[in-house]
């Protein structure tokens, strides 16, 4: 308890938690609950994987059971598209800071209930779904038959002796064949029983926020009490092998076949109960998740808001705003503020923090529309579907070049506008069409980033072509980010500024870090020719090169 405690609204490395502490085939299994649930709108794996949800994940992770685990998994892949589909009330967010023990109590609880192992309920659900139909019936008959042969010998002796030894052959014979096809799924068995019987101690606890869940849990609880009697014949409780009572129980077990018989009826309820089962997993992960939530939000040292968000009409243009926003994994941030109705471009150069700004802002959108916060003092936005394309790769499996994965990437961002019966798109674009060369890049580029805005798009992108400032001028507002180099230094501020980019500083940054200044003089002359003229120049005699390139 103590520990559950003290790990109360401190980061995951405060508390001692790490996404590299779960197992990996464990960490593989925690999307089961989302992919189970689909829905009209959901994160997908680009914009997961552009965003870097698996260490945004590890950073609000706190759950103490696997349904907690796998519900908030879901949760920051499912945004809401309305105030009605948002997952909790502040009411419910705010439960785990206004009752601190019993907030502390379900924790201990749901930590008894764990995890079902390396794998996902559902997986062994899944797996439960091919067992075939059990035989109840044989056993029941097997051991009418063993009594039967015990009562004929005790009359006659004899032959009743060899029919009562021939039956208790058949049977622990056919107790072991069938023992071994039982035990693969005993870990699944386990695991529901512990979350059954945690159920009912949690829906005990004062939680007034969430008295609704809590009295559907009850109601579950107390409609499993048939699968819970007697399953200490399938799952003893285990208190030392050496226990004379277990050694009877295991000898009772493989004459009669009583957890056999009970694993069947157990494996029905299972299978006829998949609904219930899967309500109980969700209003579990629901309480563990919430609890999550506001340890998280305790933990942001730099702030957060709940952020204010819009339902979308016919009449309201997309629109986002904030103030001192910052990406929740950067321990010590620069904040920055905008406000935009419409298209925004982002200029400035490497590591000046474009990308880590576009991130930021696609953050307090996902989890102000998930988890109901935002890394910010204030934020103000409509509510949109969010597509990403930053961080792709080539697909060397498909045999696709980096183009071809980033204009496909591109278009299924055009393609989500079109459904137009959804929210609105708000799209992040870090260096469009990196992928071919200059003139294609920025002509293309041009008419992409327009589409985008013509479709209703709101597209945060950033680039470093200058030229996109000017040739779009009339649908992007233009920020940038500056550096300074002084001497040998260089010098980030972070500061988003309004306006594009007025410097070229690669050539500089070249000098900086202690390139021959023959090179950086000679990249000088050459661009600052290009710039003049719109030709590329040979430093040394001046000849026109351009005509040898075409």
Known sequence: MQQLSQSYGKTPDEAGFRLKEMPAERYAQVPAYFHHHPMPFQIDDITWNDLEMDEVYARINQCQCAAGEEYLYYLLRTPAGSMRDLAYTEEQLGFAEKNRESALKLQMLLHGIASPGKYSLYQY????DELPEPSIGI???LDVLLIVSFVVMLLTGGYGILFFILMLAVNVVTYFRSKAGTEPYLVSFAYLLRMIQGAGPISEISAPAFSEEMGELASLYKSFAGFVRGSGLLI?????????LDILMDYIRILFHLDLIKFGRMLKEVRARRDDLDRMVTILGRLDTAICIASFRSSLKNGWCTPQMEENT??????FAAEDLYHPLILKPVTNSIESGRCVLVTGSNASGKSTFLKAAALAVLLGETIGTACAKA???NFFRIYSSMALRDNLQGSESYFIVEIKSL??????????ELPPVMAFVDEVLRGTNTVERISAGTEVLRGFSEE????????????????LSDAYDNYHFREEVKGEDIFFSYRLLPGKATTRNAILLLSAIGYDQTIVDRASARAAGFIETGKWMDTDTGKDQSE???
């Open 125 to 128: 659900l899944d797996l439960l």
């Open 379 to 381: 934020c103000h936005f």
């Open 456 to 471: 209703g798009i709101l597209c945060y992108a950033a680039t470093h072509d200058l030229e996109l400032t000017e040739l």
């Open 548 to 550: 040898g390139a075409r």
């Open 236 to 244: 003893p409780s285990g208190e030392g092998s050496g226990n004379p």
């Open 139 to 141: 056993h029941v008959i």
């Open 314 to 319: 016919s009449e309201r243009k997309p629109h």
């Open 411 to 420: 278009k299924r961002i055009l393609d989500a506008a079109k459904e137009k």
